[in-house]
């Protein structure tokens, strides 16, 4: 479905007379019997094309998804659950970050995008399918008397230019500052919702998870750092943005600033297969396996 | 006199299949990463330290001094105890000390990276961030773990240049009046010298390739640093942390990072060579 690009369209023609069965065998000799070469070309290419796209009719073949590593192990999740419940399907869940995935959809080169970020306007011609959001949550040390903060004063330590707690009224000490790297999801919408344009400074660390962003901080008292709201544990306190905090109900309400929507893209709205994964993610089972693992549901 | 040639032939095209591989990774890694090094210019690429590979910027100079600075600290630890261990084990320690010493350090070779850094992150990097101060993951940090890891190399290759020097060399020196340590420092050091020059510089390359252990220490931060207690990024860890997400230019830049850490490792491994050659 999402996946018939330009060639795909034109040629998928043979497809509809075969439908059930696996594509090219009964396609190839309904044609004619005059040029058998040409015949079983014709046949070759109706076979290859249903090979690539994601026809409901063909229970073999999978659904491709690629797209956001913010969005991942989300997908992983569902597609596994999915899968249990219908054994004959098979969903290839993929990396590669929000851009690539989005490129994947519109070139066909997946059926579904998976995006952490909202598309541009030269991408809003893809349908896009919001299935959760999710916050980001500014983390610091459960030692660090601080509790709120604004968005400028996140900028601003992410900039940069400032790099002592003394500026918040606490005890003068260098801000150890942890970000993502580069290409990172997290990073990218952290990026997009905060520093507007500005790069983050190159003093700040690094670390390439979640995980060990959230390790570190929880650590060290003087650092202060950004993971995805639904992994915020007690190890670790999250801040209020101008007093609201992190919580589920927050961001669905959109009082939460730092709010992202996770997105699934297709070239064209989901048919078929596709479609059924689709709906069964926004199903209330399929939302409660998110909000269990920590998002927060569109629904 | 058939069977031998046969034997002979497969031999080769063993040895040929091993070396074509290296060749390969060689000209895949320059293919990949060319490019990149055309497109933005060899002076901007390791002349220039702004590194914002999804912005257009690829500038890894921080990063290839933060590698040389954290493997001098490395060798700066680890060079002289290696050597101390490996001269006491040579020369100084009865062979059953020696029987059970040697297989202990050989032990420590084995032990994965991974395992490590996981040791530096839960021990050392609190004891540096609560004592000497910073983030306590660090320039410092790294160094020291590097400094732990080369020891196996450079020991048991110094132990092997020692164990080399000829008994006459020895009995020679003491005949003349010489003690054990004036014998040791003047004649068997001298003698095994190119040996433990070549343990350096392997301990050398083993540290300036050490990715894992190097990732989880050093804090990752993108500047040059001013220091021992700043993060840093090392060219390995530069490469591992980003090629997850990396496409076109990015993952393009990576590969050029790893053609410049190939030529810095392929130098290390010449000059090794020329040394041992040499004498």
């Given at each position: 479905?999402s996946k018939?690009?330009k060639?795909?369209?034109?040629e998928t023609?043979?497809?509809p007379d075969?439908?059930?069965?696996h594509?090219?065998?009964g396609?190839g000799?309904?044609?004619?019997g005059?040029l058998r070469?040409?015949?079983?070309a014709?046949?070759?290419v109706a076979?290859?094309?249903?090979?690539w796209?994601?026809?409901?009719?063909?229970?073999?073949?999978?659904?491709?998804l690629?797209?956001?590593?913010?969005v991942?192990?989300?997908?992983?999740?569902l597609?596994?659950i999915?899968m249990?419940?219908?054994?004959t399907?098979r969903?290839d869940?993929?990396?590669?970050g929000?851009?690539?995935?989005i490129?994947a959809?519109e070139?066909g080169?997946?059926d579904?995008g998976?995006?952490?970020r909202?598309?541009v306007?030269k991408?809003k011609?893809?349908t896009?399918?919001?299935?959760?959001?999710d916050?980001?949550?500014i983390i610091v040390?459960?030692a660090n008397?601080?509790?709120?903060i604004?968005?400028?004063?996140i900028r601003q330590i992410f900039?940069?230019?400032?790099?002592?707690?003394?500026?918040?009224?606490?005890?003068?000490h260098a801000i150890?500052?942890?970000?993502?790297e580069?290409?990172s999801?997290?990073?990218?919408?952290f990026e997009?919702?905060v520093?507007a344009?500005h790069?983050?400074?190159p003093t700040?660390?690094?670390?390439d998870?979640n995980?060990?962003?959230?390790e570190i901080?929880?650590?060290?008292?003087?650092?202060?750092?950004y993971i995805?709201a639904?992994?915020?544990?007690d190890?670790?306190k999250a801040l209020?943005i101008?007093?609201v905090?992190?919580?589920?109900?927050?961001?669905?309400?959109?009082?939460y600033k730092?709010?992202?929507?996770f997105?699934?893209v297709?070239l064209?709205p989901p048919?078929?297969?596709?479609?059924d994964?689709?709906?069964f993610?926004?199903s209330?089972?399929?939302q409660?396996?998110?909000?269990?693992e920590g998002?927060?549901?569109v629904? | 006199m058939?069977?031998e040639?046969?034997?002979e032939r497969?031999?080769?095209?063993?040895?040929?299949?091993?070396?074509?591989?290296?060749?390969?990774?060689?000209f895949?890694?320059?293919?990949?990463g060319?490019p990149l090094i055309?497109?933005t210019g060899?002076?901007?690429?390791?002349a220039t330290?702004?590194?914002a590979p999804?912005?257009?910027?690829?500038g890894?100079l921080?990063?290839?001094?933060s590698?040389l600075?954290v493997?001098?600290?490395a060798m700066?630890l680890g060079v002289?105890?290696?050597?101390s261990?490996?001269?006491v084990?040579?020369?100084?320690?009865?062979?059953?000390?020696k029987?059970?010493?040697?297989p202990?350090?050989e032990l420590?070779?084995g032990?994965p990276?991974v395992?490590y850094?996981f040791?530096?992150?839960?021990?050392l990097?609190p004891?540096?961030?609560?004592h000497?101060?910073?983030?306590?993951?660090s320039l410092?940090a790294?160094a020291?773990?590097l400094?732990?890891?080369?020891?196996?190399t450079v020991?048991?290759i110094?132990?092997?240049?020692?164990s080399?020097v000829?008994?006459?060399?020895?009995?020679g020196?003491?005949?003349?009046?010489a003690?054990l340590w004036?014998t040791?420092?003047?004649v068997?050091?001298p003698?095994?010298?190119?040996?433990?020059?070549?343990?350096?510089?392997?301990?050398?390359g083993r540290?300036?390739g050490?990715t894992?252990?190097?990732i989880?220490?050093?804090?990752?931060?993108?500047q040059i640093?001013t220091s021992?207690?700043e993060?840093?990024?090392?060219?390995t860890?530069?490469?591992?942390?980003?090629?997850?997400?990396?496409?076109?230019?990015h993952r393009?830049a990576l590969f050029?990072?790893?053609?410049v850490l190939?030529?810095?490792i392929?130098?290390?491994n010449?000059?090794?060579t020329l040394?041992t050659?040499?004498?």
């Amino acid at each position: 479905m999402s996946k018939t690009t330009k060639t795909g369209k034109a040629e998928t023609a043979p497809c509809p007379d075969a439908p059930g069965a696996h594509p090219g065998g009964g396609g190839g000799p309904g044609t004619g019997g005059r040029l058998r070469a040409a015949c079983t070309a014709i046949c070759m290419v109706a076979l290859v094309i249903l090979a690539w796209g994601c026809n409901s009719e063909v229970s073999s073949r999978p659904i491709s998804l690629a797209g956001s590593t913010s969005v991942q192990p989300f997908a992983e999740k569902l597609a596994e659950i999915y899968m249990h419940e219908h054994p004959t399907c098979r969903i290839d869940v993929q990396g590669g970050g929000s851009s690539a995935g989005i490129y994947a959809a519109e070139h066909g080169a997946a059926d579904l995008g998976a995006s952490s970020r909202e598309l541009v306007s030269k991408e809003k011609n893809l349908t896009e399918i919001p299935i959760a959001y999710d916050g980001i949550a500014i983390i610091v040390h459960p030692a660090n008397p601080l509790t709120d903060i604004s968005v400028e004063e996140i900028r601003q330590i992410f900039i940069g230019a400032v790099t002592n707690w003394q500026a918040f009224g606490l005890p003068a000490h260098a801000i150890d500052l942890i970000t993502r790297e580069e290409g990172s999801g997290t990073r990218e919408a952290f990026e997009h919702l905060v520093m507007a344009k500005h790069e983050i400074t190159p003093t700040a660390m690094v670390q390439d998870s979640n995980g060990s962003v959230r390790e570190i901080v929880a650590g060290d008292p003087y650092s202060i750092g950004y993971i995805s709201a639904g992994l915020v544990d007690d190890r670790v306190k999250a801040l209020a943005i101008n007093g609201v905090l992190p919580t589920a109900e927050n961001i669905k309400n959109h009082t939460y600033k730092l709010r992202r929507r996770f997105l699934l893209v297709s070239l064209t709205p989901p048919t078929g297969r596709c479609k059924d994964f689709t709906d069964f993610i926004l199903s209330p089972k399929g939302q409660k396996i998110l909000e269990n693992e920590g998002l927060v549901g569109v629904q | 006199m058939q069977r031998e040639k046969f034997i002979e032939r497969v031999l080769l095209l063993l040895a040929l299949s091993s070396i074509t591989s290296l060749v390969l990774i060689t000209f895949f890694i320059f293919w990949e990463g060319f490019p990149l090094i055309l497109h933005t210019g060899l002076k901007n690429f390791i002349a220039t330290a702004h590194w914002a590979p999804t912005k257009g910027h690829f500038g890894i100079l921080a990063m290839i001094i933060s590698s040389l600075l954290v493997t001098l600290g490395a060798m700066v630890l680890g060079v002289p105890l290696g050597l101390s261990c490996a001269i006491v084990l040579a020369e100084f320690s009865p062979q059953p000390l020696k029987l059970v010493l040697k297989p202990t350090l050989e032990l420590l070779a084995g032990i994965p990276s991974v395992v490590y850094g996981f040791l530096g992150v839960v021990w050392l990097v609190p004891l540096i961030r609560n004592h000497l101060g910073g983030p306590g993951l660090s320039l410092l940090a790294a160094a020291v773990i590097l400094g732990i890891m080369i020891l196996p190399t450079v020991i048991s290759i110094s132990i092997d240049a020692l164990s080399a020097v000829p008994d006459i060399y020895r009995e020679g020196s003491i005949a003349l009046g010489a003690t054990l340590w004036q014998t040791v420092r003047r004649v068997v050091l001298p003698a095994a010298s190119s040996g433990i020059i070549t343990a350096i510089i392997l301990g050398m390359g083993r540290a300036i390739g050490e990715t894992m252990a190097v990732i989880m220490v050093a804090g990752n931060a993108l500047q040059i640093p001013t220091s021992i207690l700043e993060p840093v990024r090392t060219l390995t860890s530069n490469i591992a942390l980003e090629l997850g997400y990396a496409a076109g230019r990015h993952r393009e830049a990576l590969f050029a990072t790893g053609i410049v850490l190939f030529i810095i490792i392929m130098i290390l491994n010449l000059s090794a060579t020329l040394i041992t050659r040499r004498r």
